[in-house]
């Protein structure tokens, strides 16, 4: 399987900062990485796929960048809804694997 | 509207055999690779399988694999998750998904509401 360790686990930040959440790869996964958002108690949400585009409906203050192994995650301007846990997820092998998730939180 | 619907949460004993269920509508269920992400408390996601239902090609993480059966029926535009023997460890939330497009390489981009497993 394909490792993706992502960085920091839990972040402190408060609104209106720029925040950046990196995930690495164990193995080249030729950009096929998406980025989740998850919410206490609910399914994770979809925000960027092959690495940079952003899903519809996704706000523009989100944005992904990064190739090859390693990538990020970055919130222009964090806003209230943002406080949750983001996680990476690599489907370039067969199997597809997710990062351990790095909580945004509030400081 | 594209919505996928689970069965309720399940409490059961070790060694008894269980199938979950995911409900499609507002798309053509056959088109899409559907999927099982297994979340245990406090954890990450982890991608157990995914299933083509037009043909029912199915891919299983090794992880996964002869552990629970992915399943579907496109007559109704369900897709299951079975056990044949629970152990504790299979404790968790169980969230199936669908594949943003019909590749089978392809992020998750409309997900249930998850099912709660505790054995």
């Known amino acids: 399987d394909i490792q993706m360790t992502q960085s920091p686990s839990t972040l402190s930040a408060s609104v209106g900062d720029r925040v950046t959440i990196t995930c690495r790869a164990s193995?080249?996964?030729?950009?096929?990485l998406a980025w989740y958002q998850q919410k206490p108690g609910k399914a994770p949400k979809l925000l960027i796929y092959?690495?940079?585009n952003l899903e519809s409906g996704v706000p523009s203050r989100f944005s992904g960048s990064g190739s090859g192994t390693e990538f990020t995650l970055t919130i222009s301007s964090l806003q209230p809804d943002d406080f949750a846990t983001y996680y990476c997820q690599q489907y370039d092998s067969f199997s597809p694997t997710f990062g351990g998730g790095t909580e945004v939180e509030s400081k | 509207e594209v919505q996928l619907v689970q069965s309720g949460a399940e409490v059961k004993k070790p060694g008894e055999s269980l199938k979950i269920s995911c409900k499609a509508s507002g798309y053509s269920f056959s088109s899409y690779w559907i999927g099982w992400v297994r979340q245990m408390p406090g954890k990450g996601p982890e991608w157990m399988g995914i299933?083509?239902?037009?043909?029912?090609?199915?891919r299983y993480s090794p992880s996964f694999q002869g552990q629970v059966t992915i399943s579907a029926d496109k007559s109704i535009s369900t897709a299951y998750l079975q056990w044949s023997s629970l152990k504790a460890s299979d404790t968790a939330m169980y969230y199936c998904?669908?594949?943003?497009?019909?590749?089978?390489?392809?992020?998750?981009?409309?997900w249930g509401q998850g099912t709660v497993v505790t054995v």
């Open positions: 299933i083509f239902p037009g043909d029912s090609d199915t």
């Open positions: 998904a669908r594949h943003s497009s019909g590749w089978d390489q392809a992020p998750f981009d409309v």
């Open positions: 092959k690495a940079s």
């Open positions: 193995h080249n996964v030729n950009n096929w």
